[in-house]
């Protein structure tokens, strides 16, 4: 217990609006599962947020259970992480009401997400897709951690938490702890395969974009030969994001799967051209993907277990939810129950 307290906090969560993709797990969930003898880790399935855009239930349902598999599968230890459902703390909605009193009209129309989610959705601008950053700023707090380790998309809304949480704070006192964003030096960024200037995204309508994580190799590898590389008469495998941003996508992910840097990647297809390049890709990405897959397979088989870790996670999560909520009710104001 003594040990547990001085130990540094990390939170992070992923909506499960679409299967996980390559993105997502060389962006965040990669960098979740090394870290949890050193920090206290929470990490959970976003479920609230991906009702800003029309789900299908029984989809959302499954999603958010193979989910569970794949954070386990992922090297997420549940009896070391807490791993829960986000709908299963009924604190994250209460503090995201008292924040949406304490985020203002201003800050949320400059998200670029919701910017672009409205362009997107333009049938559904609902009010949940713009106050989402709140619930987003409530999902942290309520767990007081130091970091939260996200792609660079989500580095805004992590962002508009602190000014939030700075701005409760200075009205009433030290209640929240300003997290920092942890995000990776590789892989931050992932993008389409087919289209390298967007974001490889779990919603994309195009499915040779993106790779996804219970994916067989064979549908990897194909992905890969097919990727979009550059227009460019050299043919060299280069690091330069803005002149080849498809090349420099593919060297962006073989350097996250394999660790090695970009000089060695350039020296190594030194005068091989992309023939040979792209299908390295992608069988780093298949060596890096399979025991994620197997794993997930077999756990999802054992409906049992993955409901229990669930279960006990809740319970974990809602201990230290409830302990900052009730601080924050006291501060505002509302009468002890
Ligand atoms: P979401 O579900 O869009 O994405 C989950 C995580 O994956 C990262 N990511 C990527 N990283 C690199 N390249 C990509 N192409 C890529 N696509 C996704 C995201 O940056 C993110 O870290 N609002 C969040 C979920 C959330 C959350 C939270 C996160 C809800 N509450 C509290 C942290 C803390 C979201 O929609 O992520």
């Known amino acids: 217990m003594e040990e547990k307290q001085t130990k540094k906090v990390m939170l992070s969560g992923i909506q499960p609006s679409g299967d996980?993709?390559?993105g997502s797990y060389l962006g965040a969930i990669k960098n979740w599962s090394a870290r949890a003898d050193e920090f206290d880790c929470y990490y959970f399935m976003a479920d609230l947020h991906s009702i800003t855009v029309r789900q299908n239930p029984a989809d959302l349902r499954r999603r958010t259970l193979?989910?569970?598999a794949q954070?386990?599968?992922?090297?997420?230890?549940?009896?070391k992480n807490t791993l829960f459902v986000q709908s299963h703390v009924p604190a994250h909605t209460q503090l995201g009401w008292v924040l949406d009193c304490y985020t203002m009209f201003g800050e949320l129309s400059r998200m670029t997400q919701f910017k672009d989610k409205s362009a997107k959705n333009a049938d559904n601008i609902n009010a949940g897709l713009f106050t989402y950053p709140a619930l987003m700023a409530a999902d942290i707090l309520l767990y007081q951690p130091d970091y939260v380790p996200v792609g660079d998309d989500q580095k805004q809304h992590v962002e508009l938490c602190r000014d939030v949480a700075t701005r409760f704070n200075n009205v009433y006192g030290d209640v929240f702890k300003i997290p920092e964003p942890y995000i990776p030096k590789v892989g931050a960024r992932i993008m389409s395969l087919s289209t390298p200037t967007s974001k490889m995204s779990k919603s994309d309508k195009d499915p040779n974009g993106c790779v996804y994580l219970r994916e067989q190799p064979e549908v990897i590898a194909r992905k890969f030969k097919k990727a979009v590389t550059d227009s460019d008469t050299e043919h060299c495998v280069r690091f330069d994001p803005a002149e080849k941003p498809g090349v420099s996508n593919l060297m962006s992910i073989y350097s996250a799967c394999t660790g090695k840097?970009?000089?060695?990647?350039?020296?190594?297809?030194d005068g091989k051209g992309y023939g040979a390049f792209k299908p390295a890709v992608g069988e780093a990405v298949i060596e890096t993907l399979r025991p994620v897959r197997e794993e997930s397979d077999r756990l999802l088989k054992d409906k049992a277990y993955l409901e229990q870790v669930y279960r006990e996670g809740a319970e974990k999560a809602s201990y230290i939810a409830n302990k900052t909520l009730r601080k924050?009710?006291?501060k505002?104001?509302?009468?002890?129950k």
Do not use: R
């Open 66 to 68: 193979e989910q569970l």
């Open 71 to 79: 954070y386990i599968a992922c090297g997420l230890d549940p009896e």
């Open 328 to 330: 924050v009710y006291k």
């Open 332 to 336: 505002v104001g509302f009468l002890a």
């Open 261 to 269: 840097s970009m000089d060695a990647i350039e020296a190594e297809f």
């Open 20 to 22: 996980l993709t390559l």
